[in-house]
């Protein structure tokens, strides 16, 4: 019988990864406002947690009330931490700055709950978190110099999945990608799969997008869609809608995954700093690629973007390298820049 002091849960993990007591009570705390949240969608048609909020996000997102829940409980979790200097969240127009009182080392950009519009209809949808730690001395307050980083800073980034299972991905700078599941009996995460990897070819042929936005597209991303549903064996299309949810199952079973720009979005839809960089950490530790296509009039990789604002869009296309270099080829043989 496996000894409990042995159980391979997350909190073991964590103790024995970071070796670093502050880092280890953010991410405990992290993990207990994914359990809240995990509870609250769980619970969200009993508890008349369905529908709008009434409000509009800094993106102009219709809020949900369980994004406003989810978004209440992590900030509530993560300052009350002591770990965190400022917050950057999805649902918060502004940074939170922490009152010096009970302010620690840490940044962290925060998408409380991507895809939320799926709720009322059980459909996934998850949480998607980057860690930063501070650049400027911490003998005085943070700045946005602290928070304006290219993906490259990161330390750790993560998703919960709220799905069929609560699931728990994360990924500290080159120790690989574990996965965690929640299993509800013990109200702990536990170690399901060490070092998640692309599949060795690329996976399965699977594309996941909106194609209803496809005739916005440029040139480049209408064709390689276009080579990829013709020939005698044409890829799959899998979308929900939920980015950590596709995004998941691209790493899982492979393909690509992708929020091109259009001309009603020329930046993208998604936010950089709390979709982009922490999936292209994660997606880039499991063996994956994860690119703008052309941002800034040049083929970009999204973790080398800077960003000038907290909820800055950049076009994500990320999944296996066969995938997301075949999208690459294509801006080329289109004569784009990069
Ligand atoms: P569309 C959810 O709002 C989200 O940010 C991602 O989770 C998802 O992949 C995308 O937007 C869905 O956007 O335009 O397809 O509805």
Redesign the pocket.
Known sequence: MVSVAEFPTLRRYIMARTGDTELSILLMAMTLACKATARACNKAGIADLFGLAGHVNASG?DQKKLDVLANDMFIDALVNSGTCAVLVSEENEEPLFVPKEKAGRFIVAF?PL????NIDCNISTGTIFAIYDRKTSADGPATMEDVLRTGHDIKVAGYCMYGAATELVITFQSHGVHRFTLDPSLGEFVHTTAHVKFPEDGGKTIYSC?E??SKDWDPAMQAIVRKWKQGAKPYSAR??????S?VHRTILYGGVYL?PADKKKPNG??RIMY?GFPMAMIVEAAGGAASCGIFGGKIQRILDIMPARIHETCPVIMGCKRDVDAVIEEYRLQGLPG
């Open positions: 997102d998408d991507d895809g939320s519009s909106n209803g936005h979308y929900v809608g939920s980015m950590v596709d929020y839809k998604l979709e």
